[in-house]
């Protein structure tokens, strides 16, 4: 007698074995990322590879243009993406009722390139700010590289930085690669610092906080233990300018260099002087 075979059975081996590819495929994917994620922090402590990073800003800070010969067609294409990015930022922001945002990067598009410039260098894969404001910045360090993440330490006292938050958060490319730290970077930083050992280093630093002096003071040196080992760069915003605001943060840079804790290697100044940063390194010998 011939038994007829349930058909059941068979489109549950079916189903089965679809699930089990596909779990896998989501295994290795993500051992695929952490994988590379460590593989590229045990190079980069490879000190080869430092000496290539900084080769590299070598390059940079050593030419008079901003988007020098070599790579100067990539980095005008990732600038004109940034801005692009950023209008739609601002759009989002009229549309949110924002019609007033603290001083940011944007009014300084001779900034925003050479930011652009040294964040686009392949040995920076994490930038870590103080002061996200409204996220202008954040879509210069976005723009830089795919893969780059971004970790910002802000007051939070505006209304609108929860809402250009919000509107980079909503781009799928960006969501998993910028996150926010609330709260005030004298307490937040030391923190963070803490968890050192279970974070990326910070291989470009950006402090662009409270311009106050003793919170720039305090943001200099608090952020060096986040600071990746050998290569690394750092960015103190408003020094060497005219602006009111630039006087504080320039007395903290000064009382650092002298303190033998950080070596300025370029400042920038705007053609009318009334803005200006400094590209530098902590000295990250105990
Ligand atoms: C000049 S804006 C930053 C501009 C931003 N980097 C850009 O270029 O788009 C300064 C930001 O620092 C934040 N801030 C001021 N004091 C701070 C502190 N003690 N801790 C953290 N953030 C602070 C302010 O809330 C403000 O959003």
């Known amino acids: 007698m011939k038994v007829k075979r349930n ?7 079916a189903l089965g074995i679809v699930s089990a590819i596909a779990m896998a495929d989501f295994i290795l994917h993500r051992l695929h990322i952490q994988v590379s994620t460590n593989l590229f ?29 070599g790579w100067a067609l990539d980095l005008r294409l990732r600038f004109r993406t940034q801005q692009r990015l950023q209008k739609q930022l601002d759009r989002y922001l009229v549309s949110h009722g924002v019609v007033w945002v603290e001083g940011n990067s944007a009014s300084y598009p ?48 505006h209304n609108y930085t929860r809402v250009a938050l919000d509107f980079l958060q909503s781009r799928e490319s960006h969501r998993r690669r910028i996150n926010v730290t609330w709260g005030n970077s004298l307490h937040t930083v030391p923190r963070a610092a803490t968890e050192a050992p279970r974070r990326p280093p910070c291989d470009l630093l950006v402090l662009d906080g409270g311009h106050d002096f003793r919170t720039a003071m305090g943001d200099i040196i608090n952020m060096r233990a986040l ?5 690394h760069v750092l960015v103190v915003d408003d020094v060497y300018c005219s602006a009111d605001w630039c006087h504080d943060p320039t007395s903290a840079l000064e009382a650092a260099v002298n303190n033998g804790l950080v070596k300025i290697l370029k400042v920038y100044r705007s053609a009318d002087g009334t803005r200006g940063f400094a590209v530098a390194r902590y000295n990250m010998q105990p």
């Open 7 to 13: 058909p059941m059975p068979a489109a549950l081996w």
């Open 41 to 69: 922090h045990v190079s980069k402590r490879n000190a080869h590879h430092a000496a290539s990073c900084a080769t590299k800003l070598d390059g940079l800070l050593a030419s008079n243009r901003t988007f020098g010969p």
């Open 110 to 157: 001779d900034q925003q390139r050479t930011f652009l410039a040294l964040a686009a260098n392949p040995c920076v894969r994490q930038v870590c700010e103080v002061g996200f404001n409204a996220g202008h910045s954040a879509t210069v360090w976005l723009s830089a590289q795919p893969g780059l993440a971004v970790t910002s330490f802000e007051l939070g006292v």
């Open 227 to 231: 600071a990746a080992s050998p290569f």
